[in-house]
């Protein structure tokens, strides 16, 4: 992977990479952000963006109604990346969700290194087979319970987390799509492209943090670049969702749903989307081909 027509280059020694990003996010992250997502091939061919969520906590699930009833007030469908576990132990509202035409997203069985059960327990450094439990195992649990077949995945904690082996995986099962990489460490421009036989969907960043994920848990929790100012973080989506939207371009983020609505940001997030064309990573299927 590189970068379109600038001087810093991807490397793979730590120093220089923290070097690299302080060097564009100080520098030029907006011209930055603009020419690396103007080089994407958008398969919707029109501005679009993927809202969707990850569920790790029980304290997402404690947010998962008030969510959904303010992305049916604000007429939005959005993926939610579950873990089978939290299926089984809460299925109606799972069902809720699925009822009212959002997206599942297998994020495996147990979510691996989740602090509350298995702190220790790293996705990448599992066996194949112990991966594949977690994959296998959660893809029944919706079967089963909510009687759906999921055909999209993301790997828990993305990025350091995953592991090429998933893609094998995902294909024995008949899957179409991954989401588990960082739009910026990866090819695509930010945009859906195929890798192994499955269409792996980056999380994009923001236009003054290009080479970030713009998630809730990166800008509101860990570093929270806006903590001196909080109207910083939606003065941030929006201006990144113009120029989506004047350049007819593909973006998608995710958040967690207990700090989003913690953090009052879900009712401008939805309000800012109402300007553009949302979709779910399923409708991938109708416009692109390998
Ligand atoms: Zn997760």
């Given at each position: 992977m590189r970068y379109p027509n600038f001087i810093v280059q991807p490397t793979k020694n730590k120093i220089l990479q923290k070097l690299e990003r302080a060097c564009i996010h100080n520098c030029y992250p907006e011209l930055f952000f603009q020419q690396y997502l103007l080089k994407q091939n958008n398969p919707f061919k029109k501005a679009t963006y993927s809202l969707t969520f990850d569920f790790d906590f029980e304290s997402d699930i404690e947010a998962f109604d008030l969510l959904l009833d303010k992305l049916q007030q604000y007429h939005i469908k959005a993926g939610f990346a579950v873990i089978?576990?939290?299926?089984?132990?809460?299925?109606?509202?799972?069902?809720?969700?699925?009822?009212?035409?959002?997206?599942?997203?297998?994020?495996?069985y147990t979510h691996p290194n989740n602090p509350h059960w298995a702190a220790n327990r790293y996705f990448n450094k599992l066996s194949y087979q112990e991966q594949k439990d977690e994959?296998?195992?959660?893809?029944?649990?919706?079967?089963?319970?909510?009687?759906?077949?999921?055909?999209?995945?993301?790997?828990?904690?993305?990025?350091?987390?995953?592991?090429?082996?998933?893609?094998?995986?995902?294909?024995?099962l008949n899957y179409f799509y991954s989401s588990s990489?960082?739009?910026?460490?990866?090819?695509?421009?930010?945009?859906p492209f195929w890798h192994k036989g499955i269409l792996e969907i980056p999380t994009g960043c923001s236009m003054h943090y290009p080479l970030a994920i713009f998630d809730s848990w990166n800008m509101l929790r860990k570093k929270n670049p806006f903590i001196l100012d909080d109207k910083k973080f939606i003065?941030?989506?929006?201006?990144?969702?113009?120029?989506?939207?004047?350049?007819?371009?593909?973006?998608?983020h995710y958040f967690d749903p207990y700090d989003i609505i913690q953090n009052n940001k879900l009712d401008a997030i939805l309000h800012i989307l109402q300007d553009i064309d949302t979709k779910l990573y399923r409708d991938l299927k109708e416009v692109v081909s390998e």
């Open positions: 089978g576990k939290f299926v089984k132990k809460y299925p109606d509202i799972h069902k809720k969700a699925v009822e009212q035409g959002h997206e599942i997203i297998n994020h495996t994959i296998y195992k959660a893809h029944e649990v919706f079967y089963n319970i909510l009687g759906i077949e999921v055909v999209g995945f993301r790997t828990p904690h993305y990025g350091n987390l995953h592991t090429e082996s998933v893609y094998d995986i995902l294909k024995e990489t960082a739009a910026n460490e990866v090819e695509g421009f930010s945009a003065q941030e989506f929006e201006i990144t969702l113009k120029f989506i939207q004047e350049n007819n371009l593909f973006l998608t």
